[in-house]
């Protein structure tokens, strides 16, 4: 319908479809034909058009919008005062500017994990095929601040005494605490964002990344998530609540537990002003947030991103919890390193684990500009969702499949083109199972043939929850580096569903790995699939 409105001065004559507007842009008068008008009652024909055009306005609004029509009359009184004449037309927006996908590559790696701190000490002890799992001991529960018998009866009741658990000290490979917990911060850091400090220094080294012009650090982003945060402070404040002691609460009680203070401290030690982010998405957090980082260099955001997933989670309140859940493997407590099992008949449950992973995501021109060390590109992030259960896959693995399939998609890559996959397989009995047939469904005869290498690192590095994906999409990465695709431990009975060529590595393989994939899959049904491949 046709409708008149008056705006600064002027009355503008407006086609619309039920609904009204006001266009406040004046344009010449040769576009008065254009979807919206304006007309001056200055002019005796101009004023007989509008009369006209408003009568039949209001014949045509329906009996619904009496309130508005009684308006229109008044509105159509004004326009008869004598105006200036300019004429409106409707003009859309132009589409926002066309930018064709950048290409991402991945220059720096840092980690820490079970088998070590360091990129070197890890890789070398995965591909050796050693085991960072050991026994639980109850000093391991951070619950200092409770008296001993309350400790011990905690521990007693613990399905699980098993974890793979980051070695401290100042020797070679152990993560050294003095620097990143007992620095001047300390006391607004917890272990899991020291351990982003850390994994964040190793791999801007590695990459030769640390700028120090203003116009680099507004162009370099952070993306570092979490799967817990920190449980242990969370109880010691529990504690101080029963204990009537909540005014002796640290101020830096919330900025030590939030999850995006990974990020947050980060981006405040090297002055990066880049996106800032942080992803939570359970076990698929470290690949969601090296995925959302390459997205982000992809559209422009950024040109450099540090991105990964960190986690600190060995403490009572977290471990309880899962082994409530009954997630985590109790079958071989007295044999901590064989208790992680991927894929093996006799597997019961995950390992818990803690530790990060970090990489320097840059854009590709950038890379070569610089003269940059280039490790593999990202070329497909697959996301998908079970819409199924809290904690378990559907057993059609629909979930894997999508997630796998549209990184394929992305990348552009054939299926017979990945040579390697780094398996999320935590050591359930259900979630391993799906897992393998996904894949099978995915690759069909590349992976049935036994040209498709497959594993699950976390035999040696346990379940490491919010940081396993980023750890495990850097294994992916060396693997393609290296050339070697590393081993599965304890694979001592595969599982049926198995044969002789469709098995996983029970042992490091040197071969060539142009394009590798690792997956990552959480609680709540949320999937990732990381694809990279080889730039020359």
């Not at 058009?49 to 009568?55: G, L």
């Not at 272990?191 to 791999?203: M, V």
């Amino acid at each position: 319908m046709d409708v008149i409105f008056p705006h600064k001065g002027r009355v503008e004559f407006v086609k619309v479809m039920d609904s009204f507007s006001v266009n406040p842009h004046p344009i010449s008068r040769r576009n008065r034909g254009g979807f919206l008008s304006s007309v001056s009652a200055s002019d005796e024909s101009e004023k007989e058009r509008d009369d006209s055009n408003a009568y039949h306005t209001t014949r045509s609004v329906k009996p619904s919008l009496s309130s508005e029509i009684a308006h229109m009359d008044s509105l159509r009184r004004i326009a008869r005062r004598p105006i200036g004449c300019r004429f409106f037309s409707a003009r859309t927006f132009d589409p926002p500017p066309y930018a064709s996908r950048r290409r991402v590559v991945v220059t720096g790696l840092g980690m820490i994990t079970p088998l070590g701190c360091g990129i070197e000490t890890t890789w070398r002890r995965l591909v050796e095929g050693q085991c960072g799992i050991r026994a639980l001991s109850p000093a391991d529960l951070k619950m200092d601040s409770f008296d001993e018998a309350t400790m011990m009866h905690t521990f007693e009741q613990l399905t699980s005494k098993v974890a793979a658990i980051v070695p401290c000290g100042n020797g070679q490979g152990q993560f050294d605490e003095q620097p990143w917990l007992q620095s001047k911060d300390h006391r607004a850091i917890s272990k899991f964002i020291a351990y982003a400090l850390c994994s964040t220094d190793e791999a801007l080294r590695d990459a030769g990344w640390l700028p120090t012009e203003s116009g680099k650090k507004e162009r370099t982003g952070v993306s570092i998530g979490g799967g817990i945060g920190s449980m242990p402070d969370i109880l010691d404040a529990a504690q101080m609540i029963c204990e009537k002691r909540l005014r002796r609460l640290s101020p830096f009680f919330i900025p030590k537990i939030l999850i995006n203070m990974a990020s947050g401290h980060v981006s405040m030690k090297y002055g990066f002003q880049g996106p800032n982010h942080a992803a939570v998405t359970a076990c698929a957090t470290g690949a969601h947030s090296i995925g959302d980082a390459t997205r982000m260099i992809q559209f422009g955001d950024a040109d450099v991103m540090v991105a990964g997933g960190t986690e600190s989670s060995i403490d009572a309140l977290s471990i309880a919890g899962f082994c409530r859940s009954r997630a985590l493997a109790s079958k071989y407590n007295s044999l901590p390193q064989e208790s992680s099992r991927p894929f093996d008949c006799d597997r019961d449950g995950f390992v818990i684990g803690e530790g990060c992973g970090v990489m320097v995501l840059e854009e590709l021109n950038h890379a070569i500009e610089r003269g940059a060390k280039i490790y593999a590109e990202v070329r497909g992030y697959g996301m998908s969702g079970d819409a199924y259960h809290i904690t378990q896959p559907h057993n059609d693995g629909k979930g894997a499949i999508l997630a796998m399939t549209r990184a394929l998609e992305q990348s552009g890559l054939h299926p017979n083109q990945v040579d390697y996959i780094n398996a999320h397989a935590t050591s359930t009995p259900l979630g391993d199972a799906v897992e393998a047939n996904a894949i099978k469904s995915v690759f069909l005869d590349h992976a049935t043939s036994g040209a498709l290498a497959f594993s699950s690192t976390k035999g040696a590095t346990g379940h490491l929850l919010g940081a396993a994906g980023s750890v495990e999409a850097i294994f992916s990465v060396l693997a393609i580096h290296h050339g070697i695709a590393p081993p599965t431990l304890n694979l001592l009975k595969p599982d049926p569903l198995f044969d002789d060529k469709y098995i996983p590595l029970s042992a490091p393989k040197k071969m060539e790995i142009r394009a590798a994939i690792s997956n990552s899959f959480g609680f709540g049904g949320t999937n990732a699939s990381l694809l990279f491949a080889s730039v020359t």
